[in-house]
């Protein structure tokens, strides 16, 4: 069997939180992670933003770095990069083979396919000798694999619903898994929250090593509302950059902008109801909306800031369904997701359901030139991978440069 059929095979086991398959694996590995310090980042929303905006200041200090971010748009390379760079599949090929060896010896491990993953950038990292590393987590934080990096400083960004199913019925338990990032002497920034059981988690799993950071209400945009936070950490570490400037490939302002020619493009994976109201709350002209996401434990209250948004602005004349090809959960059909809307009371605003979402995409393109509208891209991470794919074969665009961060 091959590495990668090895690896997509993972795909069928879904979640299992956990440290032992990593921790044994590690091992025969020779503990790569232990070789470099790490920023570790847990939330529900923004983490994956403030990982690339800290890997950007780290390298602009003169730090080798290396971020590891899930889940991937295009290519699973992407999840590790070093000082803003994919890896090459040659490298990924070779670290894969050495992680599925280490775990085939007795007793066999099956690791998951974000266990598998997180591993190879483990190697990565310490082969190619990075000087400090950005770790994202995957879901919740106590159980979860990055949980194993040596970090040397923790940061929670926002609580709010998210894999229910696994962290917790409420928002105290989801907090308390994700602020089980915090390691005992070492400090944990944590966001600040404003429900009490929430708050009473964080500060009960953190105590004395907690410092709780203001929300930054001074910028009208979510993307910058952490640069003071990255400021902070750069002061902290001795950084001599705070410079967050940088390129979240699919999710950054600006990233593909320029798709639809003539007309302004924005892309968003706002994939939970807290996401989808920030970033809707962003939009002032009119604008075409082209949504798909993949499933979700509750539809109806993941779609409800859509429909109070749509419902309460014009801004959002007509709404474009589709489904996302990629990803590992099936998509949410185009029907399911037009009658979840209608319940939900949605009647004046002009629908239409497109189930191939490169179709969908030129159809919502053309609306927009022709109406003189912008185009909203909001969904799923994996809605702006299928996108971002087609932009780069019609385009003729280098893969690697175009997934570059900084």
């Not at 894969?96 to 190879?120: C, G, H, N, W």
């Not at 600006?254 to 798709?259: A, I, P």
């Not at 709350?281 to 109806?300: C, I, N």
């Not at 959002?316 to 990629?326: A, G, L, Q, R, Y």
Request: negative net charge; glycine residues 8%; charged residues 25%.
């Amino acid at each position: 069997m091959g590495d990668r059929k090895w690896l997509n095979d993972r795909l069928s086991m879904g979640v299992k939180l956990g440290l032992e398959n990593c921790r044994e694996i590690l091992s025969r590995l020779g503990d790569p992670h232990l070789d470099f310090p790490s920023i570790h980042v847990a939330g529900t929303n923004g983490k994956g933003s403030l990982c690339v905006k800290l890997s950007a200041a780290s390298s602009s200090s003169g730090d080798v770095t290396g971020l590891f971010t899930s889940p991937h748009l295009i290519t699973v390379e992407e999840r590790i990069r070093i000082d803003g760079r994919p890896i090459s599949p040659e490298s990924f090929n070779r670290l894969l083979d050495m992680v599925r060896k280490a775990s085939q010896k007795a007793p066999k491990i099956s690791p998951t396919y974000f266990e598998a993953t997180f591993l190879v950038a483990m190697l990565s990292f310490s082969l190619s000798g990075v000087d400090r590393a950005i770790i994202e987590t995957g879901m919740g934080g106590r159980l979860d694999a990055t949980r194993m990096v040596n970090a040397d400083l923790c940061i929670l960004t926002t609580v709010s619903e998210d894999h229910s199913e696994f962290l917790g019925p409420t928002l105290a338990d989801i907090a308390t898994e994700k602020a089980a990032i915090h390691r005992p002497g070492i400090p944990l920034i944590a966001l600040q929250q404003s429900d009490p059981g929430v708050i009473q988690a964080i500060e009960d799993a953190a105590g004395k090593d907690l410092m709780w950071w203001p929300v930054d209400i001074s910028t009208p945009k979510k993307w910058d509302s952490y640069d003071s936070l990255v400021g902070a950490v750069a002061a902290y570490l001795n950084w001599n950059s705070s410079s967050a400037e940088c390129t979240w490939p699919g999710r950054s302002p600006n990233f593909g902008k320029d798709w639809v020619e003539g007309v302004t493009t924005r892309l968003s994976a706002a994939h939970n109801a807290e996401s989808l109201e920030s970033d809707l709350s962003e939009v002032t002209a009119p604008t075409v909306v082209l949504f798909g996401m993949t499933r979700k434990a509750d539809l109806k209250a993941t779609l409800s800031p859509l429909v109070t948004e749509i419902c309460m602005d014009r801004v959002f004349p007509k709404v474009i369904f589709t489904e996302p090809n990629s990803g590992r959960n099936p998509a949410v059909t185009v029907e399911e997701l037009s009658e979840a809307m209608e319940q939900l009371g949605v009647e004046y605003v002009q629908t239409e359901a497109v189930k191939d979402p490169l179709k969908a995409f030129e159809i919502a393109g053309s609306m927009a030139r022709e109406e003189n509208l912008e185009l909203l891209v909001i969904g799923s991470v994996y809605l702006i991978g299928d996108l971002l794919q087609y932009v780069v074969e019609r385009d003729g665009l280098d893969l690697w440069e175009v997934l570059t961060a900084h």
